[in-house]
């Protein structure tokens, strides 16, 4: 496990030291930071048992934050990266029963992407994110009811990190579409759990890549404007207050 994570933080940290020279090579770029939070619509490529099974619709507005730092080359490109926590899962019906399955982790993430288009209103954007799964939660129901629960800090149910790519679009006004696909499965296929005082690996046959559309607003906005033109508001609606009648 940790030696997986050290070799993908060696590349982000290889990956950030090319951006950082590119910065001091182009003396005009604009650096500021950037955050948001994001409503996350997700669905998994899903195969159990050799069978291909189909996945439903999960819904996630919260928790998903994001702050990123931005480095604009110009008015038409940029890179950025920075860190996010997410909230991934998926839903889907096991075959031949009335059961249903909801499984989802927290992630910490470390997103590396560029920019193409016009800075200050529609362009694109693209790249890659590593992030590793903090937290787990499986929920089952039967029939529509609830009849099992639990949450695992540090779980061994799932991979320990996990490498997606992503893509979107942000148009002038602030709004952004995103698309994003995990490369990895969700489960650890070698865990290990006793049930009846027998060992089985419940995850040895089950592979889920998980893969989501997001909404987001402002992702790339810079706070400091944002504070700026908050305290212009503010000083703004004060004067309207006080002037005499």
């Known amino acids: 496990m940790f030696y997986f994570c050290y ?3 060696k590349k982000l940290i290889i990956i950030l030291s090319c951006v950082l020279t590119c910065k001091l090579v182009c003396a005009q770029s604009k650096t500021y930071f950037s955050s948001s939070g994001e409503m996350i619509f997700s669905f998994a490529q899903i195969s159990k048992g050799g069978k291909e099974l189909e996945s439903n619709l999960r819904w996630s507005p919260v928790f998903n934050w994001q ?3 931005n480095h604009d080359f110009g008015k038409y490109a940029g890179i950025f990266y920075g860190f996010g ?6 839903i889907y019906d096991v075959p031949d029963t009335d059961t249903l399955k909801k499984y989802r982790t927290y992630n910490f993430g470390i997103p590396i992407g560029i920019k193409l288009g ?6 694109f ?3 890659y994110e590593f992030e590793m799964p903090f937290v787990y939660k499986e929920k089952t129901f039967v029939n529509e009811r609830k009849t099992d629960v639990f949450e695992v800090w540090f779980s061994k149910r799932y991979n320990p990190y996990m490498n997606a790519l992503f893509a979107g679009i ?4 602030g709004f952004n579409i995103k698309f994003k696909y995990y490369l990895d499965n969700f489960f650890n296929k070698n865990f290990v759990e006793t049930v009846n005082g027998v060992q089985v690996k419940p995850f040895s046959d089950f592979t889920a890549n998980v893969f989501y559309i997001a909404v987001d607003w402002h992702v790339f906005r810079d706070v400091r404007e944002y504070k700026s033109n908050k305290r ?3 000083k ?3 004067s309207v207050y006080n002037t005499p009648q």
């Open 7 to 9: 070799i993908q933080m």
């Open 236 to 238: 703004s609606n004060q």
């Open 67 to 69: 702050g990123i730092v």
């Open 170 to 173: 942000n148009f002038k006004g």
């Open 125 to 127: 954007w693209a790249g």
């Open 118 to 123: 016009n800075m200050n209103g529609t362009f």
């Open 232 to 234: 212009r508001s503010g």
């Open 85 to 90: 926590i997410r909230n991934v899962g998926f």
